[in-house]
């Protein structure tokens, strides 16, 4: 059974930084994806970014590309999302989940995690 727990939300200024983590359990070779979504309240969830976990492959939105960076410990089976230069608009519910790979679209991530809170206000 795949498990996937994020942790690392929080409250945060405009500008600063937060870092989520992703730790993963139960993963077979079918998933090697893990992607970062995001759901603000009123709003559609959308795709932040995406790992491979075999080769590393990033891919992030255009809304936040240069700002956040995804990466990951397989050791530690847990996945990063590093954001930086928060915006208000940046608020929302983080989520991450697992898909086979990282050109999935969102109904093809099977496992998903329970999210955290990113609020971003001064």
């Known amino acids: 059974q795949v498990q996937l727990v994020e942790s690392g939300g929080g409250l945060v200024q405009p500008g600063g930084s937060l870092r989520l983590s992703c730790a993963a359990s139960g993963f077979t070779l079918d998933y090697d994806a893990i992607g970062w979504f995001r759901q603000a309240p009123g709003k559609e969830r959308e795709g932040v970014s995406c790992?491979?976990?075999?080769?590393?492959?990033?891919y992030y939105a255009d809304s936040v590309k240069g700002r956040f960076t995804s990466s990951r410990d397989n050791a530690k089976n847990t996945v990063y999302l590093q954001m930086n230069s928060l915006q208000p608009e940046d608020t929302a519910v983080y989520y991450c989940?697992?898909?086979?790979?990282?050109?999935?679209?969102?109904?093809?991530?099977?496992?998903w995690g329970q999210g955290t809170q990113v609020t971003v206000s001064s």
């Open positions: 790992i491979s976990s075999s080769d590393g492959s990033t």
């Open positions: 989940a697992a898909a086979p790979t990282c050109i999935a679209t969102m109904p093809q991530y099977d496992y």
